[in-house]
């Protein structure tokens, strides 16, 4: 789901094809917010992650009025710890319900006991120090293999790398980083040139 974070909510009446179909479709480690009940623990032992118990999720007979919001923020708050993790809600149906009326009140009901919500999220940040130190490398290599090939040629070829990246959603922050290597590297190029030829050999 590019652009979005995935809420999986799990009711505790999923059947083991449910589970196994969610199972197979998670991302790598994701966050698994689970019911301290007899029930949700059946849901997350075939699911196979790491349960976070969450006392707030455990059924109660008689609903506060707030409690679709205070899930809603108990869940919002986990999801934004990361947000390229995958979240995944175990709670009773009741509950289930009451989460998905204020989490996504606009999304129709799928109908099964499990289903994906979209939070919105922007792309993934640049690593800007990792970019410049691969730039700066990069310029050094460079300016070393200039004899074997032309003097911009590695900048260049990481920025058109860059730019094929910045097309796939999943790579775009790697684009914009190799796009800041790139120019690193033609700045750490041009001031070596300057510098050797500002110190030729002999002085």
Not at 9 to 19: I, L, N, P, R
Not at 45 to 56: D, F, I, T, V
Not at 136 to 163: I, K, Q, R, S
Not at 169 to 174: M, V, W
Request: proline share 8%; hydrophobic share 55%; aromatic share 2%.
């Amino acid at each position: 789901m590019p652009g979005r974070q995935p809420i999986h909510v799990v009711s505790t009446a999923a059947t083991e094809a449910e589970v196994t179909r969610l199972r197979d479709g998670l991302g790598r480690d994701p966050a698994v917010l689970v019911a301290p009940t007899a029930e949700a623990a059946r849901v997350v032992r075939a699911l196979g992650g790491r349960p976070r118990p969450e006392p707030l999720l455990a059924p109660v007979r008689f609903p506060d009025v707030d409690r679709g919001h205070r899930l809603d923020e108990l869940v919002r708050r986990v999801a934004l710890e990361d947000r390229f993790r995958d979240v995944v809600v175990v709670t009773d149906p009741a509950s289930a319900t009451l989460l998905l009326r204020v989490l996504a009140p606009d999304q129709l009901a799928t109908g099964g006991a499990v289903t994906l919500v979209g939070l919105p999220r922007g792309d993934r940040p640049v690593a800007v120090r990792r970019g410049v130190v691969t730039g700066a490398v990069l310029g050094v290599a460079a300016y070393l293999v200039d004899a074997a090939a032309p003097l911009f040629a590695l900048p260049v070829a990481a920025a058109l790398v860059g730019l094929v990246l910045l097309l796939v959603p999943a790579g775009r922050h790697l684009g914009r980083e190799l796009l800041l290597a790139a120019a690193v590297a033609m700045v750490v190029v041009l001031a070596i040139v300057a510098g050797s030829a500002r110190f030729p050999d002999g002085w």
